[in-house]
Structure formats: structure tokens, C-alpha cells
């Protein structure tokens, strides 16, 4: 089942290739998308043993990712094909054939149990989305895809020579470079204490930057704000879960290491820098998709804050995975539809989109107080505990300063969404032709009913699933 895993969508990606039709391909994702979907549940649920000389297997913390992963891929999966039938003009055989290579790089991400494994898989996932995001094939998605390319593969060049610094920690507290993780984490007490605080900073900074954690975020932007609103999603949630799952397995063998409190600590710093740099760029924004960019910054640094705060913090982090992934594919889809209505993402020509698009338009404006942590939405659930957590832990001040940076960003946000989906539209606009469907509407109401769902009742054996992940945690 492991293996099953990483060869549904590497077999689907290979038919996909082949099928000489524009407008079957999608639905050949759809289908590879709802089987991987269907194995990842089942695989959660039995806790299948590792598998090729234990390289992959799945525990507790990944099977909660990847089921995250996988069913935020299923829902851009169906999305993308009312999408593409939109995008007729444009040839989708490396489109769709670079989206089940990118949900084969992802999960492979989340199985390995082994380090240089792992960085492969990520460096997999830099070179896959790069051909995602050049879809629109203009010169504003070249230059955002050479900007991600460029930063991304700097960040993944620090997480190389992390891993490097790991293996030397092992070989000399060891006698044996290993970069085995179970291996490492039962024997992390013998390794170097110097080289394992080295590893995890390089680490930190080359997972952070596919993070987008700030000031490493710089990526974002460009990428999100160019992107279609399918890929935007999958980064948001899909790319960004992916890197901060890496960058927890190296906190695991650190806090073994017994150098807990140090990166705790650095998470806990980063966390409230993304935050407040996320909150300032978010103020009068002009420009609704590098909103969302924005956005994810901020939410990457309340999971890297949850994380260092520790304790019941941890699991409000862990479940504010589901909640933001989820989230953030409601509103990337949604602002997909309102950017191909008014062919524009700029607030000068963007208004009254409840009225042009009732549906998008609603769900947009719902989305973003799901985002922004309202009630009865899951957000709300995950970042309130992350405050107990740090209220509990005495640590008022990153509690004042938490609450703080999410009112500004709520007041932020408010302002540039409430601008798009209120007001009369302008007659005049490109796409005022475009219409809703079920395909581009129904992935995004499903996205959003989970994340209620999430806000007033958590299913118990998910509830049993993140106990046991936040244990392995140290949570």
C-alpha cells in the first residue's frame, strides 16, 4: 500500500502523457487523484509497515499530512477540469502530466523515511511546479517561475548542506554517517550536540524558504499572483504542508537531540516575523492573488509558532494544517474564477463580484473569514488553541503580540476582500461572458463545508490521529 502510494500517480501521470486528447486528460487526473485519495484513507486508517528497506513508510504526523495533501489535490483535481475547458486555447499535456508528477514528488515527500530521500522529493517538487506556473505562458509567469526557480533552489542548496552537517553529527557521535530517521532519532542523544544545532539551522532555513516563511517568503508573491488559481492552491496548501512536514522531522531529531529549547526558540521568532511582515504587506493591498501569497505567509508562521510555543499549542498547529490547506484551496479556486470574470486581479477593476459571479463571489467572501480565524470555521479552532497554548506556557507577551498581528491582518485582508466582492461591476469587462459551473463551484463549497465541519466537530479518530502525531511532537 505504501508503495501503491507513489505509483498510482507516476502510473497516472504516464497515461496522462499519452492520452492524445486536451479534453479527456483532465478527467485521467480526476480519476488517479480520487484512487490515490481512496489508498491514503485506507493507508491512515490500517497503519501499513514501511517498504523498500524501510526508506518509506508512514507514521502518525504523515499520515495526517498527506491525508491533508492528498485531499486537497482531489479537490483542485476535479476543479481543474471545468478550468481547462475554460483554458481551451492553451495545450494542457504537460499541465496535467506535471500535476500527477507533483502529487507523486509530494507524497514521496511525506513516506521517506530517510533524509537524502526526503531532499530529493522536495527538489522534485521545485523542478514540477515550475512547469505549473508558467501555464500562462506570458512574461509575468516567466519571471515569477525564474524567481521561484532561483530562491527555491537556493533554499533547497542550504537543506542539502543541512543534511550533510546531519550525517557528519551521526559519523562523529555515531561512528556511522546515517541519515536513516528512525535510526537518528532513537540514537539522537550520542549525536555531535555542535553539528546537529548547524544541520537544523541550514535546515530551517532551506524547508523555510519552500515555507515561504519570512524573510525567505520573497517567492510568494510573484508565484501566487501569476499562477493559475489551481496551482495557487496547491502551493498554499499542498507545497508549503510538504515543506513544514520536512522541517518537523528535523525538529523531531533535534528536540531527541536534547536541543529542543534552541529551535523552539527559532521557530517561535520566525513564526511572529512572518506574522508581522504578512500583516504590514497585507494593509492596503491593491492586488487581491498576492493577498492570498500574503496570506500564506502569515499562516506558515502561526504553524512555526504553534510549534515552538509547544504543548497544547502543538496541537492547535497540527490541526491548523487541515484548516489552512483546506482554506486556502477555497479561496485560491474562488479568486481563480473572479480573476477569469473580470480578466484582472487589481482593485481598480475588480468590484461587485457577488453580483457578477453570486456563487465564487460568496464563497470568496466566506473564505476569507474562515482565514482570518471567525467562527464556526475550523481556523478559528486551531488558532485559538495555539493561544491557550502560549497563555498556558506564561508567555504573554507572544500571545499579545499574536492577537495583535491577527486583528491587523483580519483589518487588512477585510479591506482589499470586501472592496472585490462588494460594489457594481463594471460593464466594460473582458470576461464578462464568463459563467459559473458545477466543476469550478462544487470543489470549492466541498473545501468549505470541511472546513466548518472542522469548526464544530472533529471526527474522533482524526481527533486519536493528531494525539498521536502531537506526541511524536513532543507536544
Not at 75 to 100: H, K, M, Q
Not at 144 to 152: R, S
Request: hydrophobic residues 55%.
Amino acid at each position: 500500500m505504501i508503495l501503491a502510494l507513489v505509483v498510482v500517480p507516476l502510473v497516472g501521470a504516464l497515461v496522462t502523457f499519452l492520452v492524445p486528447k486536451d479534453s479527456v486528460r483532465p478527467w485521467f487526473v480526476a480519476v488517479a487523484a480520487a484512487i490515490h485519495t481512496a489508498i491514503t484513507f485506507t493507508a491512515a486508517a490500517t497503519s501499513p509497515s514501511g517498504t523498500l528497506a524501510d526508506w518509506l513508510g508512514l507514521d502518525a504526523f504523515g499520515r495526517v499530512v498527506l491525508m491533508v495533501v492528498s485531499s486537497l489535490f482531489l479537490v483542485c483535481a476535479v476543479y481543474s477540469i471545468g478550468y481547462l475547458r475554460v483554458r481551451a486555447e492553451r495545450p494542457n499535456r504537460i499541465f496535467c502530466t506535471s500535476l500527477l508528477i507533483f502529487l507523486t514528488t509530494t507524497t514521496t515527500v511525506i513516506l521517506a523515511q530517510h533524509l537524502t530521500v526526503m531532499w530529493v522529493a522536495m527538489e522534485g517538487t521545485t523542478l514540477t511546479t515550475a512547469l505549473l506556473l508558467y501555464f500562462n505562458q506570458n512574461r509575468r509567469s516567466l519571471e515569477a517561475t525564474w524567481k521561484y526557480l532561483m530562491i527555491g533552489s537556493v533554499g533547497i542548496a542550504l537543506a542539502l548542506l543541512g543534511t550533510l552537517f546531519m550525517a557528519y553529527a551521526a559519523l562523529i557521535g555515531l561512528g556511522d554517517p546515517t541519515l536513516v530517521f528512525p535510526d537518528l532519532v532513537r540514537r539522537a542523544s550520542h549525536l555531535s550536540q555542535p553539528w546537529v544545532r548547524a544541520a537544523f539551522v541550514f535546515l530551517f532555513v532551506g524547508y523555510g524558504t519552500k515555507m515561504g516563511l519570512a524573510p525567505m517568503h520573497t517567492w510568494k508573491p510573484d508565484a501566487y499572483g501569476e499562477a493559475p488559481g489551481v496551482v495557487g492552491a496547491l502551493l498554499a496548501g499542498g507545497l508549503t504542508s510538504c515543506a513544514f512536514f520536512a522541517l518537523m522531522r528535523i525538529y523531531m531529531i533535534v528536540v531527541a537531540a536534547g536541543q529542543g529549547d534552541f529551535a523552539r526558540e527559532l521557530l517561535v521568532a520566525f513564526g511572529l516575523v512572518s506574522m508581522g511582515t504578512a500583516a504590514a504587506l497585507m494593509v492596503r493591498q491593491r492586488d487581491f492573488k498576492r493577498l492570498l501569497a500574503y496570506s500564506s505567509v502569515e499562516h506558515m508562521g502561526i504553524l512555526a509558532l504553534g510549534i515552538g510555543i509547544g504543548g497544547l499549542a502543538t496541537y492547535g498547529a497540527l490541526l491548523h494544517i487541515i484548516n489552512n490547506a483546506l482554506t486556502k484551496a477555497a479561496l485560491f479556486l474562488a479568486a481563480g474564477n473572479i480573476h477569469r470574470a473580470f480578466k484582472s486581479k487589481r482593485l481598480e477593476d475588480v468590484t461587485g463580484a457577488m453580483r457578477r459571479l453570486p456563487v465564487s463571489g460568496g464563497l470568496f467572501l466566506a473564505g476569507f473569514f474562515a482565514i482570518t480565524g471567525s467562527p464556526p470555521f475550523g481556523p478559528f479552532i486551531s488558532e485559538l488553541l495555539i493561544l491557550i497554548g502560549a497563555v498556558n506556557a506564561h508567555r504573554y507577551g507572544i500571545a499579545a503580540a499574536y492577537l495583535t498581528l491577527l486583528f491587523i491582518v483580519f483589518v487588512g485582508m477585510g479591506h482589499t476582500v470586501l472592496a472585490v466582492v462588494q460594489g457594481t461591476p463594471p460593464e466594460d469587462a473582458e470576461g464578462i461572458h464568463y459563467r459559473e459551473s458545477l466543476l469550478k463551484t462544487l470543489p470549492i463549497v466541498a473545501s468549505l463545508a470541511v472546513v466548518v465541519l472542522m469548526g464544530v466537530w472533529i471526527p474522533a479518530p482524526l481527533a486519536r490521529l493528531l494525539h498521536e502525531a502531537v506526541r511524536l511532537l513532543g507536544g
